[in-house]
Nanobody
Framework: QVQLVESGGGLVQAGGSLRLSCVASGRTFSSYAMGWFRQAPGKEREFVAAISWSGSRRYYRESVKGRFTISRDNAKNTVYLQMDSLKPEDTAVYYC????????????????WGQGTLVTVSS
């Protein structure tokens, strides 16, 4: 079973940047894809970005393309989400998730979640 711990959330003004980190343990990190999701108050959890085991494939929701960058360091068992040009609508709890497959396979492939880290973007 994979254990995931996120960090890096906080309060930032619109236009600012944050970098989220997620450290994984319990399974060979380089064997599976990782994803970031978010849940805003009163809304459903939504996909933000995902990355394949090697980092060669990356996927983003449309609204964050060009502003967010997902990356991973397999030597550190860590996946990152660099968030630039933040907007108030990016305010949410951000979760990392592990896919049981080497490439992102959609919500059905996810088998582990972190506890979440809160990102608040003020206008």
């Amino acid at each position: 079973q994979v254990q995931l711990v996120e960090s890096g959330g906080g309060l930032v003004q619109a236009g600012g940047s944050l970098r989220l980190s997620c450290v994984a343990s319990g399974r060979t990190f380089s064997s599976y894809a990782m994803g970031w999701f978010r849940q805003a108050p009163g809304k459903e959890r939504e996909f933000v970005a995902a990355i394949s085991w090697s980092g060669s494939r990356r996927y983003y929701r449309e609204s964050v393309k060009g502003r967010f960058t997902i990356s991973r360091d397999n030597a550190k068992n860590t996946v990152y989400l660099q968030m630039d040009s933040l907007k108030p609508e990016d305010t949410a709890v951000y979760y990392c998730a592990a896919d049981r497959n080497p490439d992102y396979s959609g919500p059905g492939g996810l088998d582990a979640w972190g506890q979440g880290t809160l990102v608040t973007v003020s206008s």
